[in-house]
Nanobody, 122 residues
Framework: EVQVVESGGGLVKPGGSLRLSCAVSGFTFDNYGIIWVRQAPGKGLEWVSS????????YYADSVKGRFTISADNAKKTVYLQMNSLKSEDTAVYYC???????????????WGQGTQVTVSS
């Protein structure tokens, strides 16, 4: 059974930091990515950051570039999202998902975590 479990959310003041974790297990995809997306109150899903098991590059939305850092501990099968200099507009439910990369470059994102709430407020 594929499992995706986020943790680390909470309430933080503007300018503060949080580290989210995404623990994954139960899959054997050759090429995959771990994707962080978020959903602010009353808004749609917004892609935040991605990391892949077959390339060293990491990717960030412009809205978080320079403030967020994605990293992976392969031994623990855990991906982290270090969030610094948090702003009120970062308030959202943060989800991580597994993206299976298919031949031809398409992908499927069938496995999602339950989400973790991040609230940035004074």
């Amino acid at each position: 059974e594929v499992q995706v479990v986020e943790s680390g959310g909470g309430l933080v003041k503007p300018g503060g930091s949080l580290r989210l974790s995404c623990a994954v297990s139960g899959f054997t995809f050759d090429n995959y990515g771990i994707i962080w997306v978020r959903q602010a109150p009353g808004k749609g899903l917004e892609w935040v950051s991605s990391i892949y098991n077959y390339i060293s590059d990491t990717y960030y939305a412009d809205s978080v570039k320079g403030r967020f850092t994605i990293s992976a501990d392969n031994a623990k099968k855990t991906v982290y999202l270090q969030m610094n200099s948090l702003k009120s507009e970062d308030t959202a439910v943060y989800y991580c998902a597994i993206a299976e990369i298919l031949p031809g470059g398409s992908y499927e994102m069938d496995y999602w975590g339950q989400g973790t709430q991040v609230t940035v407020s004074s």
